[in-house]
């Protein structure tokens, strides 16, 4: 399989899925999918190629972009915990970070961290659980919803039923800072990573995109050879890893990229749209 840059090599494998993370990747930083990436993707669609958005947010973020995107089948959500059809709400699997584990984290960073605040997000990616220090904290960009509708518990509340997804922050000391913190706790048990977002996101061990992705391929009968996927941020840089050939955007972290087999443009540049067009031209 090869796929290069401009004026480069063309898909030479079958290309049976194309995976793709949402916000910094597929979506432009005013959060919409431009013509020339809709295009892209329906193309992929009308030659029989899956494809799938697997990102952090939940359900209920995924579908405020669906029909901007043209998804209505499968997506991944909470990194790889969720697995779940936007049009019928069937959950092919969750995969859920277990309450001991949660209060042995929370407990043992907010010795490290004092004012580490919490949320817990379940039910099929639309129960959220946050502390009211964690509300006040939020914004609707955070997690595509608005936070009166996070509820406002105590942290036992909070700690009291298993997550999708454990979110941690904190009012000044920053995600990647926070992440630092948490994984030198040596606590073993969960995995933990940040999406760019204000937080950092726990789910339970081995649960990442690449983990819910192998998942889903083996589901739709994909072989992981067959797979193309795309992705920015640290939270990617499995998937990125695992697929068949990973592609980090020109604005990418550093985890994404050095975990990437190439680098395209960047998600203002139409830098998915780009790739899967010369993936497409060489498949044809």
């Given at each position: 399989?090869?796929?290069?840059?401009?004026?480069?090599?063309?898909w030479?494998?079958?290309?049976?899925?194309?995976?793709?993370?949402?916000?910094?990747?597929?979506?432009?930083?005013?959060?919409?999918?431009?013509?020339?990436?809709?295009?892209?993707?329906?193309a992929?669609?009308?030659?029989?190629?899956?494809?799938?958005?697997?990102?952090?947010?939940?359900?209920?973020?995924?579908?405020?972009?669906?029909q901007?995107?043209?998804?209505?089948?499968?997506?991944?959500?909470?990194?790889?915990?969720?697995?779940?059809?936007?049009?019928?709400?069937?959950?092919?699997?969750?995969?859920?970070?277990?309450?001991?584990?949660?209060?042995?984290?929370?407990?043992?960073?907010?010795?490290?961290?004092?004012?580490?605040?919490?949320?817990?997000?379940?039910?099929?990616?639309?129960?959220?659980?946050?502390q009211?220090?964690?509300a006040?904290?939020?914004?609707?960009?955070?997690?595509?919803?608005?936070?009166?509708?996070?509820?406002?518990?105590?942290?036992?509340?909070?700690?009291?039923?298993?997550?999708?997804?454990?979110?941690?922050r904190?009012?000044?000391?920053?995600?990647?800072?926070?992440?630092?913190?948490?994984?030198?706790?040596?606590?073993?048990?969960?995995?933990?990573?940040?999406?760019?977002a204000?937080?950092?996101e726990?789910?339970?061990?081995?649960?990442?995109?690449?983990?819910?992705?192998?998942?889903?391929?083996?589901?739709?009968?994909?072989?992981?050879?067959?797979?193309?996927?795309?992705?920015?941020?640290?939270?990617?840089?499995?998937?990125l890893?695992?697929?068949?050939?990973?592609v980090?955007m020109?604005?990418a972290?550093?985890?994404?990229?050095?975990?990437?087999?190439?680098?395209?443009?960047s998600?203002?540049?139409?830098?998915?749209?780009?790739?899967?067009?010369?993936?497409?031209?060489?498949?044809?």
């Amino acid at each position: 399989m090869s796929f290069g840059g401009a004026g480069g090599s063309v898909w030479l494998m079958p290309l049976r899925l194309i995976a793709s993370d949402l916000d910094g990747t597929l979506l432009r930083d005013d959060l919409s999918v431009s013509p020339r990436t809709r295009r892209a993707l329906d193309a992929a669609r009308a030659a029989g190629i899956h494809v799938v958005p697997v990102t952090a947010r939940q359900p209920v973020g995924v579908r405020r972009i669906a029909q901007g995107a043209g998804f209505d089948g499968w997506a991944l959500c909470s990194n790889g915990a969720l697995g779940i059809h936007l049009t019928t709400g069937e959950v092919l699997f969750e995969r859920h970070l277990a309450p001991e584990m949660q209060r042995a984290l929370a407990e043992a960073i907010r010795q490290q961290v004092p004012g580490t605040v919490f949320a817990s997000i379940r039910e099929a990616g639309e129960g959220f659980y946050a502390q009211g220090e964690y509300a006040d904290l939020a914004s609707e960009t955070d997690h595509k919803r608005d936070p009166a509708t996070m509820g406002r518990y105590s942290l036992d509340e909070v700690l009291s039923a298993p997550s999708l997804k454990f979110v941690l922050r904190h009012p000044e000391v920053s995600p990647p800072e926070l992440l630092v913190a948490v994984r030198a706790l040596g606590l073993t048990g969960f995995h933990a990573t940040h999406s760019g977002a204000a937080f950092v996101e726990v789910a339970a061990e081995g649960i990442t995109k690449a983990a819910g992705l192998a998942l889903l391929c083996e589901n739709l009968g994909v072989a992981q050879a067959d797979t193309l996927a795309f992705g920015d941020a640290p939270n990617d840089a499995e998937m990125l890893a695992w697929a068949g050939r990973g592609v980090a955007m020109g604005n990418a972290h550093p985890e994404a990229r050095a975990a990437a087999d190439e680098v395209t443009l960047s998600n203002e540049e139409d830098g998915v749209a780009v790739v899967i067009e010369r993936a497409l031209a060489g498949l044809g």
